[in-house]
Nanobody, 116 residues
Framework: QVQLVESGGGLVQPGGSLRLSCAAS????????IAWYRRVPGKERALVGF????????DYIDGVKDRFTISRDDVKNTVYLQMNNLKSEDTAVYYC?????????WGQGTQVTVSS
């Protein structure tokens, strides 16, 4: 079955960096777009960005374009979210997502807290 497992979250000071990982299994990883979402308490889960097929097919929401980078390793079946110059408003639970056979799959999420 499709499984996504996020890791790498934690507490970081403003201006710091974190790299999140999403390890995937149960589907042909290299053939699917993988997205990162985040949820702030009291709000809906929102798209952060995604990595399509191939090495350069990425896109991001405006608020993170110059600070976040999504990459993927199709050998390790893992997608990464490198987050630099973190701000307090980046505090959220971060999830990876894949749609396989018309069904959305999500990991359990990893908490990122940006605070001094």
């Amino acid at each position: 079955q499709v499984q996504l497992v996020e890791s790498g979250g934690g507490l970081v000071q403003p201006g710091g960096s974190l790299r999140l990982s999403c390890a995937a299994s149960g589907f042909r990883f290299s053939a699917y777009l993988i997205a990162w979402y985040r949820r702030v308490p009291g709000k809906e889960r929102a798209l952060v960005g995604f990595h399509g097929l191939g090495k350069t097919r990425t896109d991001y929401i405006d608020g993170v374009k110059d600070r976040f980078t999504i990459s993927r390793d199709d050998v390790k079946n893992t997608v990464y979210l490198q987050m630099n110059n973190l701000k307090s408003e980046d505090t959220a639970v971060y999830y990876c997502n894949v749609k396989v056979g018309g069904i959305d799959y999500w990991g359990q999420g990893t908490q990122v807290t940006v605070s001094s």
